[in-house]
């Protein structure tokens, strides 16, 4: 076969694929509308505040972010066809705020992450590197991850706020939305996210009045090019911070929750997904876009809020890009005044969505799995013509062994000293490193160091009585 007829066969598979996400899209789209809508919004409480925060700071462009940021959900909706977030790098949006960042400084620090993750993504490296950790410890990171977003809502968004006072934005607020939460957790046909959101921006819009409203303000592209010294205090000051949880968190972590989450569907792998966020950043940067990543938290999040598919981020792309073509700037005064009492709960919720992952760990965890077969289903779905049509779909079935009471204790061991490493320093990477050691130690490392420290004591002093051999028989030859 020629190389061209390989291509074409290659292209026509990745077309058959393409077709099938798609298609899958818009049907679960056309069979559940409204949760899909609020899906998409289950991020809006990691996006809003650091966005906000960033644009008051000057330190992100706000309508360029709104319509890059939108571009690639749609763009990542259409190619994955799950609801992949697109959200802010953490770690160099904290940096960005606290020493008041140029625009060209915040993108300078994206262009090292992402210039990173490209390189260690087309090089196989990064693929690589997944192999080698254990599930435990990837886990570790989902969970941590959780619990830092519960954390952070909690002294971030919810613990300023006061009982009664402002009266759009209170305690008192933030107990209705997690009574109404609750409430309607079982309740499916309840768009809760989309429901919430609808209320923050009505007392937002009362809150900011006529004045602060937003008005017809075009998006005007504009280029941003750092200097020297401007990229190396973004580089070194914030992205090479966030290279660690960029590929921890928003590759390693969320490619394995979407297996999680998605079992039957064919998801995107590491290399996928690190070539994505190193494109958004290296495209998008260069307009004053802020720093994005795919993050488990967001992931998490919109799945816990309903999304089931890529339509749910599509929809949400082409909101935010209407926003940012139509509104531009002028949507910062809205935003400032969203309810922080929302935010909060939502990202509280998000974040234990996320925490559920470490509940399988030793039960359905996909180094658990011993056999796995794809059973052939047939769905009926009537339309509006009334006629029945057919649809078959694979759902695979997995069969997981048994862990041991002392293998459960060692691997939830080392979930646990991953995740409390992670909260006690907030670095992704130390938890990393420390998972990785508690692994290695149960694993038998110490011994398997004294073994070879034993052997290599023992051959040098085989070598020392060796050489003591030598030299006396030496000296018996000269006396001879």
């Known amino acids: 076969m020629s190389s061209s007829d390989q291509e074409e066969g290659r292209d026509g598979k990745y077309s058959e694929k393409l077709k099938r996400i798609n298609r899958h899209n818009f049907e679960t789209l056309m069979k559940d509308p409204l949760q899909e809508i609020s899906g998409s919004l289950g991020d809006l409480g990691t996006l809003l505040p650091l966005m906000i925060a960033l644009a008051i700071n000057n330190s992100i462009s706000l309508s360029t972010t709104l319509v890059f940021s939108g571009l690639w959900n749609i763009v990542t909706g259409l190619l994955f066809g799950i609801p992949l977030p697109v959200q802010p790098m953490k770690a160099i949006a904290a940096v960005a705020i606290s020493r008041d960042f140029s625009i060209e400084e915040t993108t300078s620090a994206g262009f090292t992450t992402s210039a990173f993750v490209l390189l260690i993504s087309a090089t196989g490296m990064l693929q690589k590197f997944t192999k080698h950790i254990p599930i435990p410890v990837v886990k570790g990171i989902q969970v941590g991850a959780g619990l830092s977003l519960v954390v952070s809502a909690g002294t971030s968004l919810l613990q300023p706020l006061?009982?009664?006072?402002?009266?759009?934005?209170?305690?008192?607020?933030?107990?209705?939305?997690?009574?109404?939460?609750?409430a309607t957790g079982r309740v499916k046909s309840i768009p809760y996210a989309f429901v919430m959101f609808g209320i923050g921006v009505i007392l937002a819009i009362v809150v900011a009045g006529r004045e602060r409203l937003p008005h017809f303000s075009p998006w005007v592209p504009r280029a941003y090019v750092p200097s020297v010294k401007q990229f190396s205090t973004g580089a070194l000051e914030a992205g090479l911070g966030q290279i660690p949880l960029t590929t921890l968190n928003s590759i390693v972590a969320v490619v394995a929750l979407a297996k999680q989450r998605f079992p039957d569907r064919e998801t995107p792998g590491v290399t996928d997904v690190g070539v994505s966020v190193a494109l958004m950043n290296l495209v998008g940067g260069w307009f004053g876009a802020m720093p994005v990543c795919h993050g488990s938290g967001g992931l998490a999040a919109q799945y816990g809020f309903g999304a089931r598919s890529g339509a749910s981020i599509v929809i949400l792309g082409c909101f935010k890009m209407l926003l940012g073509l139509v509104f531009g700037?002028?949507?910062?005064?809205?935003?400032?005044?969203?309810?922080?009492?929302?935010?909060?709960?939502?990202?509280?919720?998000?974040?234990?969505?996320?925490?559920?992952?470490?509940?399988?760990?030793?039960?359905?965890?996909?180094?658990?799995?011993?056999?796995?077969?794809?059973?052939?289903?047939?769905?009926?779905?009537?339309?509006?013509?009334?006629?029945?049509?057919?649809?078959?779909?694979?759902?695979?079935?997995?069969?997981?062994?048994?862990?041991?009471?002392?293998?459960?204790?060692?691997?939830?061991?080392?979930?646990?000293?991953?995740?409390?490493?992670?909260?006690?320093?907030?670095?992704?990477?130390v938890g990393f490193l420390v998972g990785m050691l508690v692994h290695w130690t149960q694993?038998?490392?110490?011994?398997?160091?004294?073994?070879?420290?034993?052997?290599?004591?023992?051959?040098?002093?085989?070598?020392?009585?060796?050489?003591?051999s030598d030299v006396s028989d030496g000296r018996q030859a000269l006396l001879g």
């Open 329 to 429: 700037e002028s949507l910062i005064e809205l935003l400032r005044e969203y309810p922080r009492s929302l935010l909060g709960v939502m990202v509280v919720v998000a974040g234990l969505e996320l925490v559920k992952v470490g509940e399988e760990l030793n039960t359905k965890a996909s180094d658990l799995v011993v056999d796995e077969d794809e059973d052939l289903i047939s769905e009926a779905s009537d339309h509006s013509s009334g006629s029945l049509t057919l649809a078959a779909r694979t759902m695979k079935r997995k069969e997981y062994r048994r862990v041991s009471s002392k293998e459960g204790m060692n691997r939830w061991n080392v979930m646990l000293m991953t995740v409390g490493a992670l909260l006690a320093f907030k670095n992704d990477g």
């Open 443 to 468: 694993a038998g490392l110490p011994e398997w160091i004294a073994e070879k420290i034993q052997g290599i004591s023992q051959w040098t002093k085989k070598g020392v009585h060796r050489s003591d």
């Open 162 to 182: 006061h009982w009664v006072h402002p009266r759009a934005d209170n305690l008192c607020w933030a107990i209705f939305v997690f009574l109404a939460f609750l």
